[in-house]
């Protein structure tokens, strides 16, 4: 049979772009269909312009820290107006690029929605049909709100960076990794930040030792952070909207945001149509390989449900790649991925939590918290924290979570050596780098507990 391309593929974000790119250059013919913009959610309307925002945010602390060092500075007003065209400006530049690598992969783009038809065809939003020898979904995800009455008055993470003006003060729903990102944003950039989270206490699933200190330092900088708390009613009165919570307050906000899940985007895709299996949550089930119960058709990324990051997208379409594309059939390792969370503090992790570790063997658990330098000399309470997680059995670190400025940096390097399997005796091995924060890593000798 002949296809009009080897490769179609749904979606441009960093997973389908990627996997466009890297098929082309094994000859194959390949076209891909985005129905927003070039980029995807990371690009778009996430981690690039939230991490711009974390800059912007953090300023008025540096400014003071200057201040403590001799620096006679001030910090004015900050202009939200001027903060958004430039970011804005940014992106487009970025969507620039990738339209670009696109064609310079002779990769044929199509600015329209794509749905599946059959099993090797497509339907465009302007009415076409493409056939090719594969599809590879790459749709990624979408923020999710609850069912509430007036839900709708409530914004999410993707309409946060098109408000025109910053709110004064805004309750934020949720205990995730996305919530407590924006919390501190918008509270370094002078917002009034409740955060509502039902939950006992924020950031589930990562270290509890961790989650614990991040807490409190969120509420130290002043985020009115309620655990064990959600909303219960809101609508909109005087221009602004009013909420009771479940404990009973009453409050009301300039703005409400809701961080309370993403969900593939799988809906009207058309999977129905061909019976790709999917998972409780709309998920695309794939097997080690990328592929679906349909043997023409993958799915990559946020839209599997597998590991929503950015670089896994990215590995699992250069895997995808290799399978189908180069003969060499890859499986996805998702194994010991190192993530940061850009909390402020910020929070790097890479393999298992202390609460993960002990269920599986026995453990050493190495901790340091401590002030550090640049804060205390501008005398700032700040504090981090250093941890690592040892297997009594092998001496392998199984985890290592840092709470630190620039905590996602030094767990990218850190990641390295626990993906190689290295122990607490050649993380001992290394001189300290002095004086820095990363030191504590390689200095800390006894164990704190075992478990």
Same mark, same amino acid.
């Given at each position: 049979?002949?296809?009009?391309?080897? +490769?179609?593929?749904?979606?441009?974000?960093?997973?389908?772009? *990627?996997?466009? *790119?890297?098929?082309?250059?094994? #000859?194959?013919?390949?076209? +891909?269909?985005?129905?927003? &913009?070039?980029?995807?959610?990371?690009?778009? *309307?996430?981690?690039?312009?939230?991490?711009?925002?974390?800059?912007?945010s953090e300023f008025p602390n540096a400014i003071e820290d200057a201040q403590a060092y001799g620096w006679d500075v001030s910090s004015g007003d900050f202009d939200w107006t001027d903060f958004r065209t430039k970011m804005h400006a940014e992106l487009d530049r970025l969507e620039g690029i990738y339209r670009r690598l696109l064609d310079g992969s002779s990769v044929r783009a199509y600015d329209a929605r794509a749905t599946i038809k059959d099993e090797h065809t497509v339907t465009l939003s302007t009415g076409e049909d493409i056939t090719a020898k594969?599809? +590879? $979904?790459?749709?990624?995800? &979408?923020?999710?709100?609850?069912?509430?009455?007036?839900?709708?008055?409530?914004?999410?993470? @993707?309409? $946060?960076?098109l408000l025109e003006d910053l709110p004064k003060s805004i309750l934020?729903? #949720?205990? #995730?990794?996305?919530?407590c990102e924006f919390a501190g944003i918008l509270n370094g950039l002078g917002v009034e930040v409740t955060q509502y989270y039902r939950g006992a206490q924020i950031l589930r699933g990562f270290d509890d030792e961790a989650r614990g200190l991040i807490a409190d330092q969120m509420r130290d900088k002043g985020v009115n952070l309620h655990c064990g708390t959600n909303i219960l009613e809101m609508e909109r009165r005087d221009g602004k909207i009013w909420t009771k919570a479940t404990n009973g307050t009453e409050a009301t906000f300039d703005q409400v945001m809701f961080a309370t899940g993403r969900t593939p985007n799988v809906e009207?895709?058309?999977?129905? @149509?061909?019976?790709? @299996?999917?998972? &409780?949550?709309?998920?695309?089930?794939?097997?080690?390989?990328?592929?679906t119960n349909v043997p023409s058709i993958y799915a990559v990324g946020d839209v599997t449900d597998r590991v929503q990051l950015t670089p896994v997208a990215i590995r699992e379409a250069m895997a995808f790649v290799e399978t189908v594309f180069k003969g060499n059939p890859t499986p996805v390792d998702h194994?010991? $991925?190192?993530?940061?969370?850009?909390?402020?503090?910020?929070?790097?992790?890479? #393999?298992?939590?202390?609460?993960?570790?002990r269920d599986q063997e026995p453990i050493e658990v190495y901790t340091s918290s401590f002030r550090p330098m640049q804060t205390l000399f501008a005398g700032r309470e700040d504090r981090?924290?250093?941890?690592?997680?040892?297997?009594?059995?092998? *001496?392998?670190?199984?985890?290592?979570?840092?709470?630190?400025?620039?905590?996602g940096e030094m767990i990218q390097m850190v990641g390295i050596a626990v993906k190689m399997g290295a122990t607490k005796e050649d993380f001992d091995r290394v001189c300290a780098v002095h004086p820095t924060m990363a030191e504590e890593l390689v200095t800390m000798k006894s164990p704190t507990r075992t478990a």
């Open positions: 049979m002949s296809f009009d391309y080897d +490769l179609f593929v749904i979606g441009g974000g960093s997973g389908g772009v *990627r996997a466009a *790119r890297v098929a082309a250059a094994t #000859g194959a013919k390949v076209a +891909l269909a985005e129905e927003y &913009r070039m980029g995807g959610t990371c690009v778009i *309307r996430g981690c690039v312009p939230k991490k711009l925002m974390v800059f912007a594969h599809i +590879l $979904i790459a749709v990624g995800g &979408r923020p999710v709100k609850p069912e509430l009455v007036n839900v709708d008055l409530g914004i999410t993470s @993707n309409e $946060i960076f934020i729903i #949720g205990g #995730g990794y996305i919530a009207g895709l058309g999977l129905e @149509n061909v019976g790709v @299996n999917v998972g &409780r949550l709309g998920e695309i089930i794939v097997d080690e390989y990328n592929q194994e010991l $991925i190192p993530s940061a969370v850009f909390t402020q503090p910020e929070y790097g992790a890479v #393999g298992l939590t202390e609460e993960q570790a981090v924290l250093m941890k690592l997680i040892v297997s009594q059995a092998t *001496r392998k670190v199984l985890g290592v979570h840092i709470v630190a400025p620039q905590a």
